[in-house]
């Protein structure tokens, strides 16, 4: 179990401190896990909604790799691509992360909303 709770502000660590695995935003002291895996999964299930850069450090502190989760992934594909959406499809996009409803849920009331 975690030592406390971790909120997101869109950009967070996993790094060793004092023998344990931490999970920072910025430098607030985070949740401690005893594995780096443990951490790991914990940071990227905070970034996952809305977002963010998740980066890895070893255990010597050097990064071991930085990771763009959830929407921002998606915006830099899209910019990527030139994908745009209308107001419409975002407005159904917001309204589906905003339902509660468990991914497959969500997956499901996407493709119900744009099928023709």
């Avoid at 967070?12 to 999970?23: E, I």
């Avoid at 959830?70 to 992360?97: K, M, P, Q, Y």
Wanted: net charge positive; aromatic share 4%.
């Amino acid at each position: 179990m975690p030592k406390s709770s971790t909120r997101h502000s869109g950009s967070v660590a996993v790094a060793k401190v004092d023998g344990r695995w931490a999970v920072r935003e910025g430098a607030t002291g985070g949740s401690f896990f005893p594995t780096r895996a443990e951490a790991v999964a914990a940071a990227k299930r905070a970034l996952a909604r809305q977002g963010g850069v998740l980066t890895v450090h070893q255990a010597n502190g050097k990064v071991r790799e930085t990771l763009t989760l959830g929407r921002d992934t998606a915006v830099r594909l899209n910019g990527i691509e030139g994908v745009a959406l209308n107001a419409a499809s975002r407005r159904v996009l917001r309204d589906v992360e905003a339902s509660g409803m468990t991914p497959a849920q969500q997956l499901g009331a996407i493709v119900a909303a744009f099928k023709k």
